[in-house]
């Protein structure tokens, strides 16, 4: 997949460790959209072709839980959806990989 930059959220694939990483201004682009954003565009779809993200977490308490009181203060946030593994950090990234399975 190549770099995709039309949008509030930008994202990369780094073929070294297979995660798609993306950056997403949080003023302009709650947490739970930058997910449903860079899952759409690993599963190569749009996000409304996606199993809904409420199904797996709640993304209101989602993104009270990353955002906190500051987007600097290193929280992070991991689950599965859609047999990838999630991992959101407050600092503005999403990372998605394929789930190994139980114990990745």
Same mark, same amino acid.
């Given at each position: 997949?190549?770099d995709?930059?039309d949008?509030?959220? $930008?994202?990369?694939? %780094?073929?070294? %460790?297979?995660?798609?990483?993306?950056?997403?201004?949080? %003023?302009?682009? $709650?947490?739970?959209?930058?997910?449903?954003?860079?899952?759409?565009?690993?599963?190569?779809?749009?996000?409304?072709? +996606? =199993?809904? @993200?409420?199904?797996?977490? =709640?993304?209101?308490? +989602?993104?009270? @839980?990353?955002?906190?009181?500051?987007a600097? #203060?290193?929280? *992070? @946030?991991?689950?599965?959806?859609? %047999?990838h593994?999630?991992?959101?950090?407050?600092?503005?990234?999403?990372? *998605?990989?394929? $789930?190994?399975? #139980?114990? =990745?």
């Open positions: 997949m190549r995709s930059t949008s509030a959220v $930008s994202i990369s694939y %780094d073929s070294e %460790d297979e995660t798609y990483r993306a950056r997403f201004d949080a %003023d302009a682009v $709650s947490p739970s959209m930058a997910i449903i954003e860079t899952m759409a565009a690993v599963r190569e779809t749009t996000p409304t072709e +996606l =199993d809904p @993200l409420v199904e797996t977490v =709640d993304p209101m308490a +989602l993104d009270r @839980l990353v955002k906190g009181n500051g600097t #203060d290193g929280r *992070i @946030l991991e689950f599965r959806y859609l %047999d593994t999630v991992t959101v950090r407050a600092r503005g990234i999403v990372e *998605i990989r394929a $789930s190994l399975g #139980d114990g =990745d």
